[in-house]
């Protein structure tokens, strides 16, 4: 490539001051600019036969992979391997993670290729490019774990562990402790097995000593494994969840609290639904206090309101003493409801009409009120059209009859959703119907 | 709704790029992808991992997209390519930047941002230069009109002498004696006017730099703005074809834009069926609108709309079109985005579209969507940053305005906005990331939901270019919950209720911009659901996305790459080059919509593509799926796909497209190449005597711009025959060249002749490329004698003595000498010539007028004829006269050129000896 090309084609060089001192262009890069600036014939040098041939043969191998043409792919894939004499320094750094990525795949998918096959693949790609050697060996292992090959896997792992290059980086550590974190998984699947073996087992047979003995043993290792990476700011749910499950076998509460509790409240985290979820099933568990589980579901609402605790939630909250609690229930069963997914919840639904006719009962229409006022404007559309009437009656007897009483306490007995369902003659829900007039009439917040 | 109960590791960095050296964990393999991490051990650790289906395989039944309905009758035009606008040079431009034109100096330094904004400035200090001259003399009313208004005091326009004493007030009058050539003292040298020296001294600061630095400016920010829009064209975002519901299920109906401005929104029946092609039912109802339609949304909620109050309309009624019975069970809405204004129409019962209401946008609209839980509920963004919510009931509401960039600063003033889960909370989007706001809280307020950042775990100036809210809620389905979010190189799949952390990621290499996505419904239960991907350049891409319930979702399979338009190119018969380059780019031209369904069959499930391309064209393509659900271990014999081929029913249904698209005019050009006069020449050389029968020709026919030919030279003492393929008794190749002028040609001379038949229809000016066909067309022309009594002449080059004009208006007729010279190699031009002279002859052939070219070719061919016509041609050539060009000069010619040379013609033409033309048949 001649080097005009190239610094268009690398805009940010270091000996452009120009370009690099304001940032008023859009500063995006397109991966297809080289395209168009290379479809202008130049009067300059033209680019290497090299550069040309290992282009047009990377282009050839993604195209044989977007048709699924795996064994045209590995034809071109022999030829690819010249990129890694690349002269371009650039490229040649590039070069192994390239090669690795398209050869992986399409091993993974060629027909003819084994596991075997995969291993020496990747043997060979892990001491090539020395810096991808981490990256590939974790892949390699979930390849392993993919298959069913679990000692395999470890030993990948185990080899990886211990694998130094040059000045320890923060990428390296973080990448150590991954594959540290997945020893530790592979080990708790060895544990979760003998756990297995142990509850089918005797407690009085010999043989259950030494097993349990065995699962001791694990538990140490692995929690060093997993305690690590638990600090670092992610997504770990499948490691949260097996120390923790560890932890409490060996009676270590404080010790899994203080995990689930890390990973649930770290700001540094990203707000993961998951580690409230994992956080309250286990203060569940521990038999918590209410308002502790409260504590807990309330953070869980504020991220996802529509998440399927909410329910439970809402129990746990109509249950409480405080008037607050309850009032906050009501907030709750509404916030599902306005999901599109929750929409069809009878027993959402269900719920929401319980606990309406309680809440008129003890003569508190104004949460109803202030719920409906920002409802009042779309629910109607949303839930209460003809359209949903119709559906609904065809689809779901019980939805409809809870959704009409619901629509005839929000929007009066006028309300059409209401006014359908209350005219079909239905033998076995007449005398509910009947009822549900009654109390529409006598509670709708509506005023006749 | 479930959520994923052991989400994928992943590491979280947040902030903006480069600040943490942390690896990328998202290995961006679609295997790795694949793998889920068993919740416990795997039991029997043989078949442990649930075995995906590796092979899912949509296998297109033709090798590319065939054309759905006929070409439009406008012309269209490709527009700008990056040869138009680029320059690369060799290192000489380089080093020496600043040396041409000072204009772009102000414009060179800060606001370039990369290398190539550096040469684009290039680009406009270099080539451009006497295209820049060039418009500052032929509109130098707008490059200096308001200049001269602003020195308007320093100018005495009318009066003969002004007696101020300022000497900074300059004669208009005596200005223009002077550069008149006014010379009162006969030596146009002796005297430099003092006058003009003032002028000069005042004007030349202004004149000279503020003009020229003024319009480069300008001109640099449309050359700017012009590159952008060719590497990234957002205006079609989310695509401009959509599906309707029509009388019964199987028949639909297909929403797009026609005409060549695009500003006819149509309205097409389609009947699909599982086992054949689509039909098309009768022809499309269309609405003319004011504006090119960019986003055409759809949307069917709750199976009906809510009934709206009357709008007054404010587009023009629909046509009364019977063909356009819009009879379907439910009713639908339809969005449209044009640049300055939005409209939503509710497609009902009725059976024609009703107009809702029609928005104004005054900074432009950006993006249009359609609520897919409330009935008539649009959210709109603008330029200016805001996005509105407007329902035709209630009108428009803001809920979001923020001119900046959500994450860092971005100077993309494109938005976009959609619905989520919740039907009162949006997602807005811009260049630099993904916000969810809740309309009904405080106003600014939300979450990020992606940002182009470490979180995603992005490239180096990667940026959104599209977001889609996919939910979609069924039993058998994704997460209602999930976006997808397009960048140029890669997908991600996000979750509302985690934000920044993407569910999937996905480098899709595709080679332009993607700005068109779809989810389609899973082909059978259980099975993944396609996610069509489209990039700008019309390359495909379909991903297999797998996940329902408390699963993450995950690509199940490799993605697979689509045909594309341009692999049609095959099915098309061949063609000249010509003709062959026109389809070309018309099969390039960018895609600006993609609709798909399903349909369901006994036997495999079918995918029905249809790709709408800026020209306007609809395409179509059905893909059967292939499902192998072997274990990997397994070696399946069809390793390879057995790949798709034209079947007769496709190759004919090209063909008849390629006929009405080769009948459709060609656009007029937008710019040409500058052609050089030649007349200068001509007065430079009048001085010489002429002396010799071939100069004068040569002369008489620069004077008139016309083709030189042999008739005109007289018989040349030098005329060789020319070299032909030595006679033998057997000649193959000129039974292969016959074979071949009889095949393909064919399509090519019937367009030639219809052409012909409507006269009226001249090509403006030939492009170089096409001086070989023309050369064809020329030779056609000429033979073509039987309507030349009533040919149109055009006025330039109309001739008393009325030579035999063919009536094809070719661009062959203004070939002229530049092109003799240019296009064709010296040694060639003889033999040109000669094909030249010899071919009015063919009159005297048994064929008479009518011969076809390719008999012509299969005459010339076999060596007897030629010889016969080599020898009628020394015969006739005495008798043959200059042509009518040896006449008067045309008026416009004439006054331009200065009195003595126009004489000289005169006298010149005029020492010719008159003739009559030979006429048809001689």
């Known amino acids: 490539m001649s080097d005009f090309s190239e610094d268009l084609l690398r805009p940010t060089k270091e000996d452009d001051p120009a370009g690099r001192s304001v940032r008023s262009g859009s500063g995006m890069r397109l991966p297809w600019l080289q395209k168009h600036v290379e479809s202008v014939p130049t009067r300059g040098k033209k680019e290497k036969d090299f550069a040309q041939t290992t282009s047009a043969c990377l282009s050839f191998i993604q195209d044989a992979l977007l048709k699924h043409q795996w064994q045209r792919a590995a034809e071109y894939m022999h030829s690819y391997l010249q990129t890694l004499e690349d002269s371009d320094s650039q490229k040649r750094q590039a070069a192994p993670e390239m090669i690795w990525k398209l050869g992986s795949e399409i091993l993974y998918y060629h027909p003819k290729s084994s596991v075997e096959t995969f291993n020496a693949f990747a043997d060979r790609m892990k001491n090539i490019g020395v810096m991808n050697y981490l990256t590939i060996s974790l892949q390699h292992t979930l390849y392993l774990l993919h298959h069913g090959l679990l000692d395999d896997a470890s030993r990948n792992l185990s080899q990886a562990e211990t694998w130094r290059y040059g000045e320890k980086s923060s990428s390296q550590e973080a990448l150590i402790n991954l594959v540290q974190a997945y020893k530790g998984l592979l080990q708790y699947y060895t544990w979760s097995k003998k756990k297995k073996e142990l509850s089918e087992l005797d407690e009085d047979d010999y043989a259950y000593s030494t097993a349990s003995q065995n699962m001791f043993s694990h538990s140490w290792k692995t929690s060093i494994n997993f305690s690590a990476l638990i600090q670092t700011p992610g997504v770990w749910d499948p490691f949260v969840k097996s120390y923790v499950e560890m932890l409490e076998f060996y009676g270590d509460q404080d010790g899994a609290r203080e995990v689930l509790t890390n990973y649930a409240y770290d700001e540094k985290f990203p707000s993961n639904p998951n580690a409230h979820v994992y956080l309250y099933n286990f203060l569940k568990r521990e038999k918590a206090p209410r308002e502790k589980l409260i504590s807990v579901l309330k953070i869980l609402y504020q991220i996802v309101p529509s998440h399927k605790l909410m329910l439970e939630f809402h129990r746990l909250l109509r249950k409480s003493d405080q008037e607050e609690h309850r009032r906050l229930g009501l907030e709750v069963l509404f916030g599902v409801l306005d999901f599109a997914g929750c929409a069809k919840n009878v027993t959402a639904w269900q719920c929401l009409a319980k606990y309406l006719r309680q809440i008129l009962m003890r003569s508190h229409p104004a949460w109803i009120q202030e719920e409906w006022n920002s409802r009042k404007s779309w629910w109607p559309g949303f839930h209460f059209s003809s359209f949903w009437a119709k559906s609904d009656w065809k689809e779901d007897r019980a939805l409809a009859y809870e959704k009409a009483f619901v629509a005839g306490i929000l929007l009066g007995k006028g309300c059409k959703y209401f006014r359908y369902i209350s005219k079909q003659d239905h033998q076995v829900l007449r005398k509910k119907f009947k009822r549900m007039k009654k109390l529409v009439k006598k509670h709708s917040i509506v005023n006749p | 709704m479930d959520f994923p109960s052991s989400l994928r590791p992943a590491l979280f960095m947040t902030g903006p790029l480069g600040l943490s050296d942390v690896p990328d964990t998202s290995f961006m393999c679609s295997w790795r992808d694949a793998l889920t991490l068993p919740e416990s051990l795997p039991q029997n650790s043989e078949n442990g991992a649930p075995h995906l289906a590796k092979g899912l395989l949509w296998e297109p039944d033709t090798p590319g997209p065939l054309p759905l309905l006929p070409p439009g009758p406008d012309p269209w035009d490709p527009g700008l390519t990056a040869q138009d606008l680029l320059f690369r040079g060799g290192p000489k431009f380089r080093r020496q930047p600043q040396a041409v034109l000072d204009v772009t100096e102000q414009v060179s330094g800060p606001a370039v941002d ?729 009159g005297n052939t048994p064929e008479g007028s009518s011969t076809s070219l390719s008999q012509i070719s299969s005459t010339q061919a076999t060596p007897s004829t030629q010889r016969t016509l080599r020898d009628c041609a020394a015969e006739l050539s005495s008798h043959r006269d200059t042509p009518g060009g040896a006449t008067l000069p045309s008026s416009q010619t004439s006054s331009i050129w200065a009195t003595p040379s126009r004489q000289q013609v005169r006298i010149l033409s005029g020492s010719q000896p008159h003739r009559k033309k030979p006429r048809m048949g001689f």
């Open chain 2, 114 to 842: 990369s290398a190539v904004w550096l040469e684009l400035c290039l680009m406009a200090r270099c080539p451009l230069l006497p295209q820049f001259s060039r418009f500052l003399w032929d509109h130098g009313d707008i490059a200096f009109s308001s200049l001269g208004k602003l020195m308007l005091e320093n100018f005495n326009l009318e009066g003969p002498r002004s007696y101020s004493k300022k000497k900074t007030v300059v004669s208009v009058k005596r200005i223009l004696e002077d550069l008149g050539g006014h010379q009162p003292w006969g030596c146009p040298w002796a005297y430099f006017s003092h006058r003009q020296r003032r002028f000069s001294i005042l004007g030349d600061p202004i004149l000279g730099k503020s003009v020229s630095s003024l319009l480069g400016e300008l001109l640099y920010e449309e050359l700017a703005t012009r590159w952008e829009q060719l590497l990234l064209d957002d205006a079609f975002t989310g695509g401009a074809l959509a599906w309707l519901p029509g009388r019964t299920p199987q028949v639909r109906q297909l929403v797009y834009p026609a005409g060549g401005a695009l500003d006819k929104l149509c309205f097409q029946e389609v009947r699909l069926t599982p086992g054949s092609d689509p039909r098309i039912l009768g022809k499309p109802g269309h609405i003319q609108l004011r504006g090119p339609v960019r986003q055409v949304v759809t949307c069917t909620v709750q199976g009906e709309c809510k009934t709206v109050n009357y709008f007054p309309p404010l587009l023009p009624e629909p046509d009364p079109d019977p063909d356009l019975h819009l009879l379907h069970p439910s009713s639908a809405l339809l969005a449209v985005r044009s640049d300055y204004h939005c409209a939503l129409w509710k497609v009902s019962r009725q059976g024609r579209p009703v107009p809702l209401q029609v928005l104004k946008v005054e900074k432009g609209a950006t993006g249009i969507n359609l609520s897919p839980h409330l009935p008539g509920e649009l959210v709109v963004c603008s330029r200016s940053g805001a996005v509105c919510l407007w329902t035709p009931h209630d009108g428009l509401r803001q809920i979001y305005k923020d001119p900046e960039t959500l994450v860092f600063r971005d100077p993309s003033p494109w938005r976009w906005a959609d619905f989520t889960a919740h039907p009162r909370v949006l997602t807005v989007g811009d260049r630099t990331g993904v916000k969810i706001i809740d309309t009904q809280g405080p106003p600014g307020c939300g979450l990020l939901l992606f940002r182009v950042g470490a979180e995603a775990s992005c490239q180096k100036g990667e940026r959104v270019l599209l977001t889609q809210y996919l939910g979609e809620c069924g039993p058998d389905s994704l997460q209602p919950t999930l976006h997808l979010i397009c960048t140029q190189f890669s997908l991600y799949l996000m979750d509302e209720r985690l934000p920044l952390v993407p569910m999937l990621k996905w480098d899709h290499n595709l080679p332009s911009a993607p700005l068109l996505a779809q989810l389609l419904p899973p082909p059978r239960p259980g099975c993944a659901r396609p996610l069509l991907l489209g990039g700008q350049g019309g390359q495909l891409q379909l991903l297999h996305i797998t996940g329902e319930g408390a699963s993450t979702p995950r690509l199940a399979g490799h993605p697979q790459s689509l045909p594309s338009r341009s692999d049609s190119l095959s099915a098309f018969p061949l063609l000249e080059p010509r003709s062959h380059w026109q389809l070309q780019e018309r099969l390039q031209a960018p895609t600006i919509g993609l609709a798909a369904t399903i349909l369901p069959s006994s036997s495999s499930p079918v995918l029905s593509l249809f790709q709408l391309s800026t020209a306007g064209d609809v395409f179509h393509q059905c893909l059967h799926l292939r499902e192998d659900l072997g274990p990997p271990s397994d070696p399946r014999p069809n390793c390879c796909a057995p790949t798709a081929s034209w079947s007769p029913q496709a190759t004919a249904c090209c063909r008849r497209w390629l006929k009405a698209l080769l009948k459709v005019p060609p656009a007029p050009p937008v710019w040409a190449a500058p052609t050089f006069s030649h007349r200068h020449l001509l007065g430079f050389k009048e001085q010489q005597k002429v002396e010799g029968k071939v100069p004068e020709g040569l002369r008489a026919a620069m004077a008139q711009g016309r083709l030189l030919q042999q008739r005109d030279l007289g018989s040349l003492p030098t005329t060789e025959p020319p070299p032909g393929p030595t006679p033998g008794p057997t000649d193959e190749l000129s039974e292969r060249l016959e074979a071949a002028w009889e095949g393909p040609v064919t399509a090519w001379w019937e367009q030639q002749r219809d052409r012909t038949s409507r006269p009226g229809r001249q090509l403006k000016r030939p492009k170089r490329r096409t001086q070989l066909s023309n050369t064809f067309s020329s030779l056609s022309s000429r033979l073509d004698l039987s309507g030349a009594t009533s040919a149109p002449h055009s006025p330039d080059w109309t001739s008393p003595v009325s030579r035999p004009r063919s009536p094809v208006a070719l661009p062959s007729q203004e070939l002229t000498q530049d092109l003799w010279a240019q296009g064709i190699p010296s040694e060639r031009q003889q033999t040109l010539r000669d094909y030249m002279a010899k071919l009015p002859l063919q």
